[in-house]
DNA sequence: CTGAAAGCGCTTACAG
DNA sequence: CTGAAAGCGCTTACAG
C-alpha cells in the first residue's frame, strides 16, 4: 500500500533492479522493448524512485536554503519582506531548472535550531557582520554563498550588490549645483550601507558639499525614520536632497517633509534603492533602482552550486543598476 | 576531508555507532560520560547526522512544499506574488518549528518538471479547478493540502479561506440604503471567486438590487481591470459602491473611478480583500479584510503535518476575517 | 547484454 | 549496559 520500491517494481516486471535503475537512467544498454515495459508498468504502478535513496547513494546536491540575516522583527514586516521574497521567487526558479528545491529559511527568532534541516548549500541574503546563520552553515560545513559581500569575510563567494555604483547613480541624479545631499541607512554593520557610506563621502568631497549621513535603527521602520528625517530637516535647512537607500526609510523620510510643509520634489529630492511596491506606490512615488533582482538570484544559484561542486564559477553578467525616476525627484 | 560519518566519529571515540547513535538521540541510557565524550569529539570533528541517511531509515518527513498554482505571467507579477510570499513567510517558519523545511515551488512555465524534487507533502495555495499542481501531487502519492477549498475536489483536505463571510463582511460595510454594489473578480475557477460571487448574489437578492458581477483575466492586471472598471462605471451610472476581492484590480477600478471623475469614496466606494501593501499604499488607501495568512499559514501546515502521518488533525482556529475601514469607503 | 552484491550513513530490533 | 547486524531504497562497480 506504501509507495512501490524499485525492488517490487523489478519483481513485477521480471528483471532485477539493476535493470530498473538503468531504464530510467539511460546509462547503459536496455532493450527497448523491456525499457517499455518497465517505464509503463512504473507508470501503472506509481513507481518513483526515492529521491532520498538515491542521493544518499549518488552523494548529490538536492536541496538548497535561501537564508535571511535579518532579525526577526525587520524582516517579518512588509518592508524587507517583499526585497526577500522576491530574490526568493527567482532563485526558486533557477534552482529547479537545476532539479534543486529552494527551502526558505525565514528570519529565526532567537535560539531557534536549523539542526534536521538538509541542505546541500545556502544563499544568505545581504548578511551583517557576524552574521549567526553565516557561522550556523560553516560550522557544518555546507557551502556557502551571499547576496552582496559579506563584512569582514572575503573568502566567502558573492554576487556583488553594486552598492557603490548604485549609490552613486542616485547622487548625480540627485544633485544639483550647490545642493546639500543627506544619506539614511541603517545600523547594521550590511555591507550595502558601508558602501553606499563610502560611496557617499567620496561623492560629497569631490563636489565640495558638507556630509551628513545618519544611521536609523532597522527594527524601527518607517515610525524611527519619520522621527529621524524630522530632527534632520529641522537641523539643515540647507538640505535639499536625501538619499535614502531602505524603501521603509524613504517612506518615513517623506512623511517627515510632508508634515514639515517640504514639497517634494521641489523643496526637497528624495530617492531610495529597492524598487519594490513601497516605492512605487509612495506618494509621491519614490525614485527607485532597478536592482535586477531576479538576474541576482539566478547569480546567487549558480555561484552555489559551482561553489557545491567545487569548479570555478562561470561568471554571470548582471547589467548595472538603473534608475527609475519618478516624482520624488 | 569530507565531513565524517557516524563509523568515523564512533572510531574516534572508541564505542560503536549505536552508541554514538544513543548519545545524540537519548534513546536508551548512555553513560553520561561516554556520552559527554562523544558529543565533545562530535562538535570538535564537526560531525552532524546525514539527515538524508537518517530520513531513508526512519522513514520521517523531512521537507513540505508550497505551491502555487498561479498561471506564471500572474503570479510573477508583484501583486499575487506578495500575498504568496506572506504565506510563504509563515508556513517556513511553522514548519520549521516541526522540523520541516518548506521548500518553495513557484508558479511553473508550462512543461517544467518537478520529477527530482524530494517532498513529504505539500500545500497549493488556492488552486483552480484542475490545477495541474494538485494532478502532479496526487499521482506521485504526495499528500496534499490546500489553503482554500479545491473547487471540485471536496476530498482533498483544505484550510477554509472563508470567502463567503468575506465578501459578506465586504458587502455588509460597502451596503447604503438604495445602493448598487457590483462585483469584479477574476476568470479563473478558483474557490475564493466562485465563493464570493455566490455571496454577493445572494446579497444583492436580500437588498433588492440587480446584481453585476464581472470576471477579468488575471494575467490583465492593474491594467484589464482599469478597462473593464471604464466600461462598468459608464454603463451603469447607479452603481454606487465595488467589491474588488483581488487587490490588483481595484487599484485598477480606483484608477478607472479617477479618470472618470467619480470620487472615492463620495461617489464610489471600493474595498478589496487582501490587506497586502498595495492596499495600504493605493491612493485613496483601500478598505480591506485581514486575513489572518500568518495563522492560516500554520493552520495549514499542521494540516498537512496530520495528513502526512495519517492521524485527524486538530482543528486549527482561524479568527474571522476583520474589515479593515481605510480611505476608499 | 544482464544480474548479484556492495555500499551510501544512518537507526533499531536483536543478541549477549 | 553495549555492540554486531540488518535494513531503509537506491546506484554502480564487478562478475558472468
Same mark, same amino acid.
Given at each position: ?6 525492488v ?21 544498454? +536496455? ?33 538548497i536554503? @535561501?537564508?535571511?540575516?535579518?532579525? /526577526? ?10 526585497? @526577500?521574497?522576491?530574490?526568493a ?18 528570519? @529565526? ?35 556557502? +554563498? ?11 563567494? /558573492?554576487?556583488?550588490? !553594486? ?19 543627506? @544619506?539614511v ?63 521603509? /526609510? ?13 514639497a ?36 546567487? +544559484? ?7 561542486? !567545487? ?11 538603473s ?7
Amino acid at each position: 500500500m506504501g509507495k512501490p520500491t524499485i525492488v517490487e517494481l523489478a519483481k513485477a516486471a521480471g528483471v532485477s533492479p539493476t535493470t530498473v535503475s538503468h531504464a530510467f537512467s539511460g546509462r547503459r544498454h +536496455v532493450e527497448p522493448e523491456t525499457r517499455d515495459r518497465i517505464l509503463a508498468l512504473a507508470a501503472r504502478m506509481g513507481y518513483h524512485a526515492n529521491p532520498r535513496a538515491r542521493r544518499l547513494r549518488t552523494g548529490g546536491a538536492s536541496t538548497i536554503a @535561501l537564508a535571511s540575516s535579518m532579525p /526577526f522583527a525587520v524582516a517579518a514586516g512588509p518592508s524587507k519582506l517583499g526585497f @526577500l521574497m522576491e530574490i526568493a521567487a527567482s532563485a526558486a526558479m533557477t534552482a529547479l531548472t537545476r532539479n534543486l528545491a529552494l527551502c526558505l529559511i525565514p528570519p @529565526l527568532r532567537a535560539g531557534f535550531s536549523l539542526e534536521t534541516i538538509e541542505v546541500d548549500g545556502a544563499i544568505v541574503v545581504e548578511p551583517v557582520e557576524d552574521d549567526p546563520i553565516i557561522s550556523f552553515f560553516q560550522d557544518r560545513g555546507t557551502p556557502l +554563498v551571499s547576496i552582496g559581500r559579506v563584512p569582514g569575510r572575503p573568502a566567502i563567494p /558573492f554576487v556583488d550588490m !553594486q552598492s557603490e555604483v548604485t549609490t552613486r547613480i542616485i547622487l548625480e541624479h540627485l544633485w544639483r549645483p550647490g545642493s546639500r545631499i543627506g @544619506l539614511v541607512t541603517g545600523e547594521q554593520r550590511r555591507n550595502s550601507y558601508l558602501e553606499a557610506e563610502a560611496a557617499y563621502r567620496a561623492f560629497a568631497r569631490e563636489r565640495g558639499f558638507v556630509p551628513l549621513a545618519i544611521r536609523i535603527d532597522e527594527t524601527g521602520g518607517e515610525d524611527a525614520a519619520y522621527k529621524a528625517a524630522l530632527d534632520l530637516l529641522c537641523r539643515h535647512r540647507d538640505m535639499d536632497a536625501i538619499c535614502v537607500p531602505v524603501d521603509a /526609510f524613504a517612506t518615513g523620510v517623506l512623511a517627515a517633509a510632508r508634515s514639515l510643509g517640504r514639497a517634494v520634489p521641489t523643496a526637497l529630492r528624495v530617492a531610495t534603492r529597492y524598487d519594490g511596491m513601497r516605492a512605487r506606490l509612495a506618494v509621491p512615488s519614490l525614485t527607485a533602482v532597478d536592482l535586477h533582482l531576479d538576474l541576482v538570484a539566478e547569480a546567487a +544559484v549558480e555561484l552555489l552550486i559551482a561553489t557545491i561542486e !567545487q569548479r570555478p564559477p562561470r561568471g554571470s553578467v548582471i547589467p548595472p543598476p538603473s534608475l527609475i525616476v519618478r516624482h520624488s525627484s
